[in-house]
């Protein structure tokens, strides 16, 4: 039997809805995320993006891909700000509460003196760079995440289950490709983000 596509509901539209529920619920995980490890946000946001993607474009009832990847990159770049925000907020809080134990452990460990600034300068621009990846990434998933809903339960999936109609040849056909896609690109971020801390991590202690 075929999806019914929910009617768009009056009022706000479903991709601000959605926006602003994950901005907030972004805004709130980043800033405890970020406040452990800046570096894991980034995955955060790729999955936030997702959802809000998703919720938008079902709650719009998307009766296209166009409209469903638009809906969902416009939630994906909301919840992407307040995640970005949380994320900003908690690397910076992280570094004022750890920074003299981090510049007295440089210090020590090192054999030239370590310029307090340097430390400051990278950190304020690590943040930075982790945030802005993150909000490009939430985007980008928020539209993977709207072109998910249209062919799981839209029309998209509709239009499959018509022999001849349609760019699928089975019901959910597209779903799967975008959720291996997804599910993809994170276990890559998260595998590289692990690594890379590792090394760090070795490098600095002298392992």
Not at 14 to 19: E, I, N, Q, T
Not at 37 to 50: D, E, F, K, Q, R
Not at 85 to 111: E, F, H, M, P, S
């Amino acid at each position: 039997m075929a999806a019914e596509v929910p009617p768009a509901a009056p009022g706000m539209p479903g991709r601000l809805k959605s926006g602003l529920l994950f901005a907030l619920l972004g805004f709130l995980l980043g800033l405890g995320v970020g406040f452990l490890a800046s570096i894991c946000t980034v995955p955060v946001a790729a999955l936030l993006g997702a959802a809000a993607g998703y919720l938008a474009a079902r709650w719009e009832g998307a009766p296209t891909v166009a409209h469903a990847r638009q809906a969902g990159s416009l939630a994906g770049l909301l919840a992407g700000v307040g995640h970005t925000l949380g994320a900003l907020a908690g690397g910076a809080l992280a570094a004022l509460w750890a920074g003299q134990t981090v510049l007295t452990w440089l210090v020590q460990t090192r054999d030239l003196p370590w310029d307090p600034s340097l430390f400051w300068v990278s950190a304020a621009g690590t943040i930075s760079c982790v945030g802005g990846l993150g909000l490009v990434l939430a985007v980008g998933f928020g539209a993977l995440g709207g072109a998910t809903w249209y062919g799981w339960r839209g029309p998209g999936r509709q239009a499959a289950e018509v022999p001849g109609e349609g760019p699928l040849s089975a019901p959910g056909r597209s779903a799967v490709v975008w959720m291996a896609g997804i599910l993809g690109l994170l276990v890559c971020c998260v595998a590289g983000f692990i690594l890379l801390s590792v090394l760090v991590w070795t490098g600095g202690t002298g392992f």
